[in-house]
């Protein structure tokens, strides 16, 4: 996944989107996204022609628990349910 597209989804989802990069061997990227519940994701990327690129595969979409740091949003999730 070029950089150029992710730069181009950060921009589109600033609030929602905390962290976007390459794998350090191009084969791929990781997007952390700051949301709810997979479903406001699902409609996040369903909303975003980004995802629907050629080229552009979601391969997996997992939970993340951070255990340090804030939220974007203000505020520490960690150990929130």
Do not use: H, Q
Not at 1 to 15: D, L
Not at 22 to 51: C, I, Q
Not at 65 to 79: C, F, H, L, M, V
């Amino acid at each position: 996944m070029p950089a150029r597209p992710i730069g181009s989804a950060c921009r589109r989802s600033p609030r929602t989107l905390v962290l976007a990069g390459p794998w350090a061997d191009d084969a791929g990227a990781l997007l952390v996204f700051d949301l709810p519940s997979e479903a406001a994701l699902r409609e996040v990327m369903d909303d975003d022609p980004y995802y629907g690129t050629p080229g552009v595969t979601v391969r997996r979409i997992r939970e993340w628990k951070p255990i340090a740091g804030g939220s974007p949003r203000g505020g520490d999730r960690a150990g929130a349910p």
